[in-house]
């Protein structure tokens, strides 16, 4: 079995890792707050250990570590479900501050012993270890300095091991620290250079959905969360059930990045409406299609339009027509033909589960490998070199042992990526790289039942 290994880190990573195990433990039968199983159908059994570890008296529990350097986000989690192994609870004493410095340098690096022994525990109980994931945000302190430090020690400890981050980016609307781009641009040196496939998140684009699609009166992050727990769950959809050709993370890794430092990628999901809302819709396969590769579904405020895509996949969930899938999506890509590099062939791929999410007959994932996201990297290095022209707070950081130069080694890095994707865009670079793979990766299991689902919508008051 191909194990995955999830860590946690910081408020953002802990809320949206908590939302993530809610919506998946459901998938797979198991009761969220005791972990006994609970399932209708031998699929939810099949392929459960790629998430969760079986105990011996038939408890199931995630297998995920809980880090925050400070306790109360993580014994809050530990109060509220018996899913998660107690052990795995990794706390400091002190917050980070929301200081790259302090989660890199000081509070960060006090724990990150313990972080590691219990990575190595759990590691080490796995057969055949896939890779690791990671969900983080790059806005706190505790999410872009402790992260940082943790990549750097799993890349020289699981050298053949892919990392694979989920990162919350921080918005200028949506901003509630002053020094977020600092510690955001601190971030993408770590980034760049130790992750393998990194799904970009943008608080903006997840804060327009839930106004824009949802209709809601945002009162917390409840529903943000849900929402990426939602494309999570699409995304490893092929990870976690079976098929005649499933999806690995180095199979997603192999198609969707051509080259290893363009490896930052746009998620969507659909459909994104209330319950009532989908009174109206008309619940084909054209319609997933159509809306997935609209900007007002993707959790990334770019537009696709303004960049070409390197890669793309999509991945359907229900009961539908492999041939009518591939025949949409490969529509899509001809009639859109400008908006896809011509280096890379059949560049659009797709995987299809017969098994819904909760709450839907039918839904679909998608994710991009674009051009555009230069213009995301531009925002945080535009708001980075302000501040820095100014030397603004710089002393919250330099007091934690940084220098100066490491924001202008960081700044020069972040500028390199922006380069390399506008290249990409110009053909520039199209003699290389192991471009992006065409077919179906993934196959609808005909035959068998689909796993017991209430029918209760999420974003409904009722």
């Not at 890349?155 to 977020?180: A, F, G, H, K, R």
């Not at 290893?260 to 969507?268: A, C, D």
């Amino acid at each position: 079995m191909r194990e995955i290994v999830t860590l946690q880190i910081g408020g953002a990573g802990n809320a949206i890792g908590d939302s993530f195990w809610h919506v998946i433990s459901h998938e797979h039968g198991v009761d969220y707050a005791s972990g006994r199983f609970g399932g209708t159908s031998p699929l939810q059994l099949e392929r459960i250990n790629v998430f969760f570890n079986a105990t011996a008296s038939k408890r199931f529990y995630a297998r995920t570590i809980l880090i925050d350097t400070e306790a109360s986000t993580v014994q809050r989690l530990h109060a509220s479900s018996q899913l998660y192994r107690p052990e795995n609870f990794v706390a400091g004493s002190e917050s980070a501050g929301n200081n790259f410095a302090r989660g890199y340098h000081t509070d960060g690096a006090a724990i990150l012993e313990q972080v590691l022994e219990n990575t190595r525990r759990e590691v080490e109980s796995v057969d055949s270890l896939q890779g690791f994931q990671l969900l983080h945000s790059i806005g706190g302190g505790t999410g872009s300095g402790l992260t940082s430090l943790i990549m750097e020690a799993l890349v020289e400890q699981y050298p053949d091991n892919l990392l694979c981050n989920y990162v919350t980016i921080p918005s200028p609307n949506m901003s509630q620290v002053v020094v977020e781009p600092y510690n955001a641009l601190l971030s993408a040196p770590a980034l760049v250079n130790n992750s393998h496939l990194t799904f970009c998140l943008d608080n903006e684009a997840l804060f327009q959905i839930c106004n824009r699609n949802l209709k809601l009166k945002m009162s917390g992050y409840e529903h943000i969360n849900h929402v990426v727990a939602l494309t999570m769950s699409g995304i490893t959809t092929c990870l976690r059930f079976p098929g005649q050709l499933n999806a690995g993370l180095r199979k997603i890794y192999v198609n969707m990045v051509p080259f290893p430092r363009l490896h930052f990628l746009i998620p969507g999901f659909a459909p994104l409406v209330t319950c009532k809302q989908q009174q109206f819709s008309k619940g084909t396969v054209s319609e997933l299609v159509q809306q997935i590769f609209s900007s007002n579904n993707l959790l990334c405020a770019i537009d696709l339009r303004k960049g070409k895509l390197l890669t793309a996949a999509g991945i359907f969930r229900g009961r539908m027509s492999p041939r009518e899938v591939d025949q949409l999506m490969t529509g899509v890509r001809n009639k859109n033909i400008n908006n896809f590099v011509d280096w890379i062939p059949n560049n659009i791929k797709t995987a299809i589960c017969d098994i819904p999410p909760r709450g839907l007959k039918m839904s679909a994932t998608f994710i991009g490998n674009t051009t555009a996201i230069q213009s995301l990297f531009q925002r945080l290095l535009d708001a980075s070199v302000a501040m820095l022209r100014r030397k603004a707070h710089l002393h919250w950081y330099t007091g934690e042992g940084m220098e100066e130069q490491e924001f202008q080694d960081a700044q020069q890095e972040l500028q390199a990526i922006i380069d390399d994707y506008r290249s990409s865009a110009e053909g520039e670079d199209s003699g290389g790289g192991g471009g992006g793979g065409g077919g179906r990766s993934g196959s609808a299991e005909s035959g068998d039942e689909e796993p017991t689902a209430a029918n209760r919508c999420t974003y409904c008051a009722e």
